[in-house]
């Protein structure tokens, strides 16, 4: 190995650890776990998609805290990783839609129903969350 290779494969490590950990979390709804778990791991070297997962998972944490402001910024850094997030264009959505923006949601909602149609149809909808917003 080299020091490169060797620092890879430990970071990769830790990657799936965090990922293991945040869907623990999110499992039980614990969400403040969920967001600094999520933080953390955001701050190892890791690839697109591995940081898009993070991303997202931040943004549904703090959606189901109520954070609806830190939850769209963190669906659109996953979305600027991951332009296909199913999960985060769902979450966009709602936000949207629950802030009275269905003319700015609308485009997100077909770029979601353009996806939920080429993936499983079972994925979220933008009814998965429930938001509130003051």
């Not at 623990?24 to 190892?44: D, K, M, N």
């Not at 189901?64 to 850094?77: C, I, L, M, P, Y």
């Not at 909808?125 to 003051?134: E, L, S």
């Amino acid at each position: 190995y080299t020091p490169q290779k060797l620092m890879e494969r430990l970071y990769a490590g830790y990657v799936d650890a965090y990922k293991i950990l945040v869907m623990i979390g999110y499992s039980h709804q614990q969400w403040g776990q969920v967001e600094a778990l999520s933080q953390t791991a955001l701050r190892i070297p890791a690839n697109e998609a591995d940081r898009a997962f993070f991303f997202y998972f931040f943004g549904a944490a703090a959606l189901h805290s109520g954070d609806t402001t830190v939850a769209a910024r963190a669906f659109e850094e996953c979305l600027k990783l991951d332009s296909e997030h199913v999960e985060a264009l769902a979450g966009t959505c709602a936000i949207l839609k629950a802030a009275g923006r269905e003319d700015v949601a609308q485009p997100f909602v077909d770029r979601l129903n353009a996806e939920r149609d080429k993936k499983d149809s079972s994925l979220p909808g933008p009814g998965t969350f429930r938001v509130k917003v003051f």
